[in-house]
Nanobody, 121 residues
Framework: QLVESGGGSVQAGQSLRLTCAASGYTYSSYCMGWFRQVPGKTREGVAIIDSDGTPIYADSVKGRITISSDNAKNTLDLQMNSLKPEDTAMYYC?????????????????WGQGTLVTVSS
């Protein structure tokens, strides 16, 4: 089970930190990631981290967002800085096989329920 927290409403330029708490998962054995979805649009990959701890970011968030995992606590964080209105979305934590670690949504099979991020200008 994956449970997200940390969403909220902020002004453009501010920061938020999202956290995903997992039960039944050992992060070091899976590919873990954050995705987001705006109503009416397809879900897109934001940042993922493979079982070796290597992060991969979508071009739209590079330099502003950092993904990290704490294997001891079994948490996955997404630090989001310099937020923009276009970052407004429901953010989802996800897990997948360590053998396929990609930003492509289709390869991910376990999802949290999401946490809403709203950025106003």
């Amino acid at each position: 089970q994956l449970v997200e927290s940390g969403g909220g409403s902020v002004q453009a330029g501010q920061s938020l930190r999202l956290t995903c708490a997992a039960s039944g998962y050992t992060y070091s054995s899976y590919c873990m990631g954050w995705f987001r979805q705006v109503p009416g649009k397809t879900r897109e990959g934001v940042a993922i981290i493979d079982s070796d701890g290597t992060p991969i970011y979508a071009d739209s968030v590079k330099g502003r967002i950092t993904i990290s995992s704490d294997n001891a606590k079994n948490t996955l964080d997404l630090q989001m800085n310099s937020l923009k209105p276009e970052d407004t979305a429901m953010y989802y934590c996800a897990a997948s096989s360590p053998h396929i670690c990609t930003l492509v949504v289709d390869f991910w099979d376990t999802w949290g329920q999401g946490t809403l991020v709203t950025v106003s200008s």
